[in-house]
């Protein structure tokens, strides 16, 4: 009976202790989000950027800690936001390849509210592309599935059926 802390309260607390007791030990991540992003790659699955991104976000606390999440674009812009502010530097250029990383291997998308940018930046295409991609869907209606995906021939098939656990409609 400690009066009457809020849940959410509890959690940052948990949180606050974690980070002051130095580096958090990867059993404190360990069951934070279901399993099942990455295919045997370790905690990050390959593709460009993943060696910066170790570099950059690997140094306070593990990788591991960025992996596997459930995390949304709009939650990794807030992650990103918080790293930078706990002191997580990088030049404008390397940013900007971990943040492509983060939002085109790990980022969870509602593919009919999203912008064009955060299409962009989770499907890995240029702007026009993105954009050509939510003028349609705004168009139809929006989208009902990932076979919706299917009528443009920019995006790579194979690649979208990979993802499909981050997407939704
Ligand atoms: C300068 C040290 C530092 C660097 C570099 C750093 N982090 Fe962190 N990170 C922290 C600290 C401290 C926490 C603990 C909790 C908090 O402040 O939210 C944390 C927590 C996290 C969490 C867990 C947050 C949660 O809500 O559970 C994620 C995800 C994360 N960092 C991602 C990243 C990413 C991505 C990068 C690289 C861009 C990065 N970190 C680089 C210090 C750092």
């Not at 991609?133 to 929006?142: E, K, L, S």
């Amino acid at each position: 009976m400690k009066g009457f802390l809020l849940p959410t309260t509890c959690a940052l607390m948990l949180i606050v202790q974690a980070t002051a007791r130095g580096a958090p030990s990867t059993s404190l991540r360990a069951g934070a989000a279901p399993a099942g992003g990455a295919q045997g790659e370790g905690p990050l699955p390959d593709a460009p950027g993943k060696e910066l991104v170790e570099i950059k976000c690997g140094s306070c606390h593990g990788i591991d800690y960025l992996a596997p999440s459930t995390r949304t674009v709009a939650q990794w812009r807030d992650t990103i936001a918080v790293m930078k502010n706990s002191g997580a530097n990088a030049s404008d250029e390397e940013w900007k390849t971990v943040t492509e990383y983060l939002m085109g291997n790990l980022a969870y998308l509602n593919v009919n509210k999203a912008s064009a940018d955060d299409v962009r930046l989770v499907f890995g295409v240029p702007e026009k592309v993105a954009q050509g991609i939510v003028a349609a869907r705004d168009t139809q209606g929006g989208f009902t599935s990932i076979d919706d995906l299917k009528q443009f021939p920019d995006l790579d098939q194979k690649k979208i059926e990979a993802m499909k656990a981050r997407l939704s409609f």
